[in-house]
């Protein structure tokens, strides 16, 4: 298995305050992702990142921010939780893009569950 | 709008009979489609792939067809066993459509000894 932890594994807040969650990976690859798991929408990308320091938004990055100021460490913040936010996060990591039959593997971590109250 | 979706959100099969889940697609610059598997607490594994060149790719009890002219990916299991019981997710992506990966909604496939 690929060494992905996400902490926190569960979380309760309440709407408005700030939560950060964590990714970290032993494998030194390259890139790493935060997505959002919801029912009848399947995995959506929120941000990804290319490199230290180097992030891009995804397809639904309002209300989201990212850092990477390691390579082991990707962080996704929510800077004032909504309802909307509740849902499970993942986190995943692959050693370069995922497109084309080049492309690498992407692997996930177990995932967080967040709910705002 | 969904770009890729699973229309059957669950489906039954009995084991060692055959389990077909099935993915459309609306973006004719998606040139490599995978299926993912996916455990109650537990991430996303990859299962199997395919490139927009092949129309069949083959791995033991799993293979993944893809008719480009329908926009549509399939993913046979035979036969099917009860570990088999997951959620499973279709993905695509493609250089010209951003590189990353867009999925499906899931299915949630059931199999009952």
């Known amino acids: 298995d690929a060494g992905i932890t996400q902490s926190p594994r569960h979380k309760v807040t309440e709407t408005g305050t700030p939560v950060t969650l964590r990714c970290h990976q032993t494998?030194?690859?390259?890139?790493m992702y935060w997505y959002r798991q919801d029912p009848g929408h399947g995995l959506r990308l929120i941000h990804y990142s290319y490199g230290v320091k180097d992030t891009d938004k995804g397809e639904v990055s309002d209300g989201y921010s990212v850092s990477r100021s390691k390579t082991e460490d990707f962080l996704l913040t929510l800077e004032s939780a909504t309802s909307s936010q509740t849902s499970v996060y993942f986190c995943?990591?692959?050693?370069?893009?995922?497109?084309?039959?080049?492309?690498?593997?992407?692997?996930f971590g177990p995932g967080t569950r967040l709910t705002v109250l | 709008d969904q770009q890729v979706k699973q229309n059957s959100p669950s489906l039954s099969v009995q084991e060692g009979r055959i389990s077909i889940l099935n993915c459309d697609y609306t973006n004719s610059m998606f040139d490599y489609f995978l299926w993912y598997k996916k455990y109650p607490a537990e991430g996303p594994t990859f299962l199997i792939s395919?490139?927009?060149?092949?129309d069949k790719n083959e791995d033991g009890r799993f293979t993944v067809f893809l008719n480009k002219s329908a926009k549509h990916l399939s993913l046979h299991i035979v036969p099917s066993q009860p570990g088999d019981s997951a959620v499973y997710f279709c993905a695509a992506s493609g250089a010209n459509a951003g590189n990353m990966l867009t999925f499906g909604g899931g299915t949630r496939l059931m199999v009952k000894p």
């Open positions: 395919i490139s927009s060149i092949k």
């Open positions: 995943a990591i692959s050693e370069s893009i995922p497109s084309g039959p080049y492309g690498d593997t992407q692997y």
């Open positions: 494998e030194n690859h390259r890139y």
